[in-house]
């Protein structure tokens, strides 16, 4: 079987190559740009001319997630944070949709040096180390979503954390931690098996009838952890499952218990 299966710099890609000629045209005229003094005052705004469609795809999956749970209590976790794309759009989001919850903190678990080790039922593409962001850049995302909760309302109290670790540590001293913790949205985007496994196990005491249950990698054949990891905890048939039109590998459902 052919794919155009590809792994740059430790992530994961599916670009043909045209596709690739194109991000890097793209990706050096933004580099042009900052580098001749950017936007002016509304640089924000019109950084949106970088952004591409797949990237939008992504932030209306977001948005449409995060309406899901809005009469659900709770925090969200999300498992793999990587560079924060998710976890600063998910800010926004709470920003937009309900500013005065100061109830949904926003919980980030990640390495932050990428992935901790590999199964044998990750299937051989994965290795350790992919995914690594750059020495220190947790600090760098802790300032940064500061930032971003500072532009919605009730910024004076700090609704998220990032917890950095591997979950297998750091999962059982957040939860001996946070013993009022129920999840609303657990998201899992740490593609491999075992810890994927294990953060599910050990967060199902805490989610209701209602939570919304995230996954970034199902039916991926280049991750099988992540589906073998539901299979093995909840069992598929046990789950309604549902897609996104603009998201191939991503599915969710919501916990009926
Ligand atoms: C695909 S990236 C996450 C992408 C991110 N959710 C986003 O939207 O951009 C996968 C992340 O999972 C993290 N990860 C994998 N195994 C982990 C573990 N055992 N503990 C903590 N983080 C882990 C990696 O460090 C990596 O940053």
């Given at each position: 079987m052919t794919t155009s299966l590809n792994k740059v710099e430790g992530e994961f890609t599916q670009r043909p190559g045209g596709e690739s000629e194109a991000d890097s045209r793209l990706n050096a005229f933004a580099k042009e740009r900052y580098a001749s003094g950017g936007f002016g005052s509304q640089w924000n705004y019109h950084s949106t001319v970088f952004l591409k469609r797949q990237v939008l795809s992504r932030l209306l999956y977001q948005d449409m997630l995060y309406k899901k749970i809005l009469d659900v209590p709770g925090v969200i976790c999300e498992f793999g944070v990587h560079w924060g794309a998710t976890i600063s759009q998910l800010i926004n989001l709470r920003g937009m949709y309900e500013p005065f919850n100061h109830s949904r903190t926003i919980f980030g678990f990640d390495t932050f040096e990428g992935f901790p080790g590999v199964d044998a039922k990750d299937g051989g593409f994965s290795e350790s180390g992919d995914y690594s962001t750059s020495k220190g850049y947790e600090t760098q995302l802790d300032e940064l979503l500061t930032l971003h909760e500072s532009f919605s309302p009730v910024s004076h109290i700090k609704k998220f954390e990032l917890i950095k670790g591997d979950v297998n540590n750091t999962l059982p001293v957040w939860t001996k931690a946070n013993p009022h913790a129920i999840i609303s949205m657990a998201i899992f985007d740490?593609?491999?098996?075992a810890p994927t496994k294990f953060a599910l196990e050990t967060i199902l005491p805490r989610l209701t009838k209602g939570s919304l249950l995230v996954f970034d990698e199902l039916n991926c054949r280049h991750f099988p952890g992540e589906t073998t990891a539901v299979m093995e905890v909840l069992g598929l048939n046990k789950l309604r499952l549902q897609r996104y039109a603009h998201q191939p590998y991503c599915a969710f459902a919501v916990y009926e218990g």
């Open positions: 740490m593609d491999i098996y």
